[in-house]
């Protein structure tokens, strides 16, 4: 590995799993980084989101111009013209496995594996979580703005928030959890756990941002096997 002694200065949002898979992938691999956790709501300008927004003390877009995170800031990280990090999540993650050298294999699309496609259903997994985030004690929401922005915004694409029922809410759950079961069956490899059987790889960086995501649902249930899977990687989060 080259460059162990860097020290990078990771910009997020601690409830999105796209910054969480760059978080992964830098706790597993032993990358030294500084995490700075903004506000939801900060740096969408009010008069572009029918007054929802504010332009806070940590605001994204003082880092590339855009209400844009994950971003990666540190020595040698290339940025664009003006931009004093780099965003999108997978970008990140392959400058780091090029510049440090990292092993980390990736079998295929998940889509096609039965309980990842359930998770990436928005069908579902909106009204399971989009409401439930907002309720978790994470600086993501710290201002009442952050958690109003974030329903216009979901509201404005369209987005389920919250299921019409408490019947078909426990239904959904009830399926999550059988679904849980079935992904206890998938997973391979030994120490640590991982999808493949030749090991941990990108597949896993991919998986468990979505399943950290369900950390927000009471009524969960993980299964041993997979409660032991994330544990290492939910550990420093």
């Known amino acids: 590995m080259i460059d162990a002694d860097v020290e990078y ?43 929802e927004g504010y332009q806070g003390d940590l605001n994204p877009r003082n880092l590339t111009g855009k209400k844009q995170l994950p971003v990666l800031e540190g ?21 780091l496995i090029g510049r440090h050298e990292l092993v980390v294999p990736c079998a295929t699309d998940q889509s096609d594996r039965g309980f990842i496609a359930y998770l ?32 216009w915004k979901h509201k404005k694409k369209g987005d389920l928030l919250e299921f019409a029922t408490g019947e078909e809410d426990a239904a959904a759950i009830d ?25 941990w790889g990108m597949d896993d960086v991919l998986l468990l941002a979505w399943l950290r995501r369900l950390t927000c649902i009471k009524g969960v249930k993980f299964p041993e096997v997979v409660s032991t899977y994330m544990s290492g990687a939910l550990g420093s989060k």
């Open 75 to 95: 020595p040698g990280v290339p940025t664009a013209p003006g931009a004093k990090g780099m965003a999108e999540s997978l970008e990140i993650c392959s400058f």
């Open 9 to 51: 200065t990771f910009h997020c949002y601690d409830h999105c799993p796209y910054g969480n898979r760059v978080a992964f992938l830098m706790d597993h691999f032993g990358i030294k980084y500084k995490k700075v956790v903004y506000g939801y709501g900060s740096g969408a300008i009010p008069s572009d989101c029918d007054g």
């Open 120 to 151: 990436l259903d928005k069908k579902v997994m909106n009204p399971l979580t989009l409401t439930r985030l907002t309720k978790m004690p994470v600086p993501d929401w710290a201002d009442p703005k952050d958690i109003s922005y974030h329903f």
């Open 175 to 199: 399926e999550l959890n059988a679904k849980l079961v079935e992904l206890s069956s998938m997973l391979k490899g030994k120490e640590p756990l991982s999808l493949n059987e030749w090991g």
